[in-house]
């Protein structure tokens, strides 16, 4: 049953309506420009001059890869806490993660850690930034460029955020940035390639890449799709500062709560905040946290775990591999942040957390 608050839920306004018509009636609809004009877009959002619209984040990871060169035999060096896609595209190309545990402040990778299990057959390193818990971007892509390795930028859900002077997706030899349903903007499906490498995009697009039979290219985002995510990105800006607003106000309303470890705003990252995780304190556990959620979700307010251990999800057993991670991954809630939420849906949704910790405080007695 969907919930009355969801979890993301991009906003759509009467232009958008009428860019997708527009393009429904074009001659034919395949015909149309949208796809084009959203690349165009997305390369200048990210400061890149290229990017290449794909259907979803995980056909665009593994695409890359693949036109990077790398499959069997070559080691991909994946972040501990992430999204299973990353597991997925590296698979897909035959290749085998490694993972390189997180730091517990940035919740991403360190050039410590990422050098540790980096190897000659390592052929690139994924790394991303969390909303509102910093950075180490830079450190890691000082050290990629120290080990001679290509370093992919994850910009995720995360377009429009900052580091430092750089907008994300710039970071890197290239990135991934998702424009599913889960995005600040979003056609309801697809992702994006952004470089500013021409002969690797050129392969991103090679004449493989509508052929959804290869297995290592991806299929073009849907004309509609793009028209959708087109509109939608000419408002990035204000649907960001709205975003912005609801991250201040939990800030403000669960300050209070001992229990919890909150994101926040820092200096050196612009966040377009289109996640909002939170990490109970070491006292709670996976059960407490699963617990929490579905009291969430019997009040009609969709949370879900704030991020995955990726080593886990790849081998039940390797829990050990990471085990920073893998504490802070059995704590994390994601909580609903777009730019509909309303002062009452979000004091709603703090008081009903509240009461979930409290009961999940008392039944550990």
Known sequence: MPSDIPLSNPAVAPSDIQA?????????????????????????????????????????????????????????????????????????????????????????????????????????ILAGHSDGWGTGLPDIATACGRLEIPLIELVSTRLGSRCAAAPAGSIGR??????????????????????????????CRGDAFITSGNPHRADPMPEFAAALALAQLNRLAKIIDACTAVAERYTVCLSSMPELLLPAMTPEVKSSWSRYVIRLDETFGAEDRDEIIRGMQRHDIQAEIGLAHLPTLWNASSEIDCPIAASIASRTIALPIHADLTHRDIDLICQTLQLMVQRATFRRG
């Open 20 to 124: 997708i018509t527009g393009t429904l009636r074009s001659t034919p609809p395949t015909g149309s420009d949208c796809r084009a004009e959203l690349e165009d877009a997305i390369a200048a959002s990210t400061g890149c001059g290229y990017a290449v619209a794909v259907a979803s984040s995980e056909q665009a990871l593994s695409t890359l890869l693949a036109a990077m060169g790398l499959g069997s035999g070559h080691e991909i060096v994946l972040p501990s806490l992430g999204d299973a896609a990353c597991l997925r595209a590296t698979k897909r190309i035959g290749a085998t993660p490694r993972f390189a545990e997180c730091d517990p402040g940035t919740l991403i990778p360190t050039a410590s850690t990422i050098e540790a299990v980096a190897t000659s057959a390592t052929g690139a």
């Open 174 to 203: 290239a990135a991934i940035v998702d424009l599913s349903e889960r995005s600040l903007i979003s056609g309801g499906e697809g992702a994006a390639i952004v470089t500013n490498d021409a002969h690797l995009a050129e392969a």
